[in-house]
């Protein structure tokens, strides 16, 4: 499929070890985040959510993490593995807004 | 949660000729856009698909090149009006649920638009 992000930042990690994924959003009134993976030729898809009253949520194998104060967020992968190769996207919302804005994504390429 | 399909999933298309992407959700929702994403770019919001009334379009988007309309609560059409090689991006229609608050926002596949 064709290849989305081709110049994006690029994470590398080796097969089995943990990915961290950064994301800095920029609206101090956001408080709702999502982390998709869009994987070549597909559209994004949802992995993780969290809200502003949180600092931590975990699902399976990922945990994202949420920093207020200096407006950060991060995503991290254990185990990573060759499925998790993917560009992953940030994306922000204010409680009364309507529309996410997104991060500029950061492609993760799995080393066997 | 939502399954959107979206046709075409892609298209070569000429300078000057109009193309329409509709967009099919499985289920009635509140909110439905269009985002583009162009090569090697992040998302970016077209405009919000309003159900029986004009889209609202975002900074940079006007309603006569990017023509939506939203006949009812699951379907959706995006035109790309008199396209040039810059309009060739991917196109996202994408669904949610709620109006306000937390909830997930849905995707499509895309359709790839090549503009020669």
């Known amino acids: 499929g064709e290849s989305v992000g081709l110049h994006l930042p690029t994470l590398s990690v080796q097969e089995g070890d943990n990915s961290i994924i950064n994301c800095a959003y920029s609206?101090?009134?956001?408080?709702?985040f999502i982390w998709y993976k869009q994987e070549s030729g597909k559209g994004p898809q949802f992995i993780i959510d969290?809200?502003?009253?949180?600092d931590k949520r975990q699902g399976q194998r990922v945990t994202v993490l949420l920093n207020k104060t200096v407006k950060h967020l991060s995503l991290q992968i254990a185990a990573t593995q060759p499925g998790d190769s993917a560009v992953y996207f940030c994306a922000e919302k204010e409680n009364y807004g309507q529309n996410f804005v997104f991060g500029p994504g950061t492609r993760l390429s799995v080393l066997p | 949660s939502a399954v959107i399909s979206q046709k075409p999933s892609r298209d070569i298309c000429q300078r000057g000729t109009s193309l329409t992407i509709q967009c099919q959700v499985d289920?009635?929702?509140?909110?439905m856009f269009w985002y583009r994403q162009q090569p090697g770019q992040s998302l970016t919001l077209i405009a919000t698909?309003?159900?029986?009334?004009?889209?609202?379009?975002e900074s940079g988007f006007v309603i006569d090149k990017f023509p939506i309309s939203r006949p009812n609560l699951t379907f959706s059409t995006l035109t790309v009006s008199n396209m040039s090689p810059e309009d060739s991006s991917i196109y996202l229609c994408?669904?949610?649920?709620?109006?306000?608050?937390?909830?997930?926002?849905?995707f499509g596949e895309g359709s790839r638009l090549t503009v020669l």
């Open positions: 698909a309003n159900q029986g009334s004009e889209a609202t379009y």
């Open positions: 994408s669904a949610r649920g709620l109006a306000e608050g937390t909830g997930e926002l849905f």
């Open positions: 289920s009635q929702v509140t909110m």
């Open positions: 609206n101090s009134a956001s408080d709702y």
């Open positions: 969290i809200r502003s009253n949180m």
